[in-house]
């Protein structure tokens, strides 16, 4: 009965999801209208773009957190990346292009969380695209006034002396944060502890696993 | 301006691409570190090349920012704000 009174429902009882073919926003359809003028007169061309796609969407939390983990392991190289962010990602070969990075380093007494309340700027050519929670207003507005009830909403409940410093990432440089070094992970190596390091850790959003 | 200096965001509300928080200005804080020359945004939004300015990190407590509404005082947050929206704490 193609029309009967359950017609909403798909043969399998759930509720049919609708298709994601809305009309293009004003900004796809510049986007387009861009691209392809690009490539009709020769700037670029399509196997560019999809490379640099392509290059982009490679980058994930997994880079970042071999950044954290050899922080952890080499004290030589958390100094570097301390006073240099993007220098010490570069050091270990990562392609970050023209990302201007700081690292901020949780301890027992202080805990960094990243946030951009002007818009959604996030280390991507570190750590990948960011989680579209990142870019909600919600999460913009209310980590600079109330930022222990957003990390307790994340699972995140700080000791009761512990600091917390808010990075509000208005400009031209982008933050990550080391996560403090788990306990009971003496003489892991960075490959193994690499394996503990979330991408919310390195938000400020989380802490790395518990081995 | 040398390094723990003490500054507050200028109280201004000029037209345009902003880089400078509304929620920060008019409140004072104390320079984290001194980055750039970056080119400056507001007129980099326009299609210009910005005038090099120097940037810096200015960390607040969240009591100066927020008041007695403040979820833990002695909390902190840093911003980065161009130089020419900076002036002394101290100014009239």
């Not at chain 1, 043969?11 to 004003?26: K, Q, V």
């Not at chain 2, 509300?13 to 928080?21: A, L």
């Not at chain 2, 979820?71 to 840093?78: A, H, I, M, N, S």
Request: proline fraction near 7%; aromatic fraction near 8%.
């Amino acid at each position: 009965m193609p029309h009967d009174q359950h017609d909403h429902l798909s043969p399998s009882g759930h509720p049919y999801r609708p298709d994601n073919d809305e009309p293009l926003s004003y900004w796809q359809t510049m986007e387009i209208a861009v691209r392809e003028l690009l490539i009709e007169k020769g700037v670029s061309t399509a196997a560019e773009i999809n490379a640099q796609i392509d290059a982009m969407d490679a980058r994930s939390p997994a880079d970042g957190a071999l950044v954290v983990a050899r922080a952890w392991t080499d004290a030589d190289f958390r100094k570097r990346l301390l006073a240099n962010g993007s220098d010490a990602c570069r050091e270990m070969g990562f392609d970050i292009g023209a990302l201007q990075l700081i690292a901020v380093e949780n301890t027992r007494d202080v805990h960094n969380v990243i946030v951009c309340t002007l818009c959604s700027c996030y280390p991507r050519n570190l750590l990948g695209l960011a989680p579209d929670w990142y870019k909600s207003r919600a999460y913009r507005s209310r980590t600079v006034k109330e930022p222990r009830k957003v990390l307790s909403e994340f699972g995140v409940n700080l000791a009761n002396g512990v600091q917390v410093r808010v990075h509000d990432s208005t400009a031209d440089m982008r933050y990550v944060v080391i996560p403090a070094r788990p306990d009971g992970t003496d003489g892991w190596s960075p490959e193994q502890l690499a394996a503990l390091v979330t991408r919310d850790s390195m938000i400020g959003t989380g802490l790395a696993k518990a081995p | 301006m040398t390094d723990l200096q003490h500054v507050r965001i200028k109280q201004m509300m000029p037209p345009g691409h902003i880089r400078t928080p509304a929620y920060l200005r008019g409140k004072t804080g104390w320079i984290e570190r001194k980055l750039g020359p970056f080119g400056n945004p507001e007129q980099q939004a326009y299609g210009l090349k910005g005038d090099p300015l120097v940037l810096y990190r200015v960390r607040f407590t969240m009591a100066e920012i927020w008041g007695d509404t403040a979820e833990r005082p002695e909390d902190t947050l840093d911003a980065e704000i161009f130089e020419h929206w900076l002036e002394p704490a101290n100014a009239p």
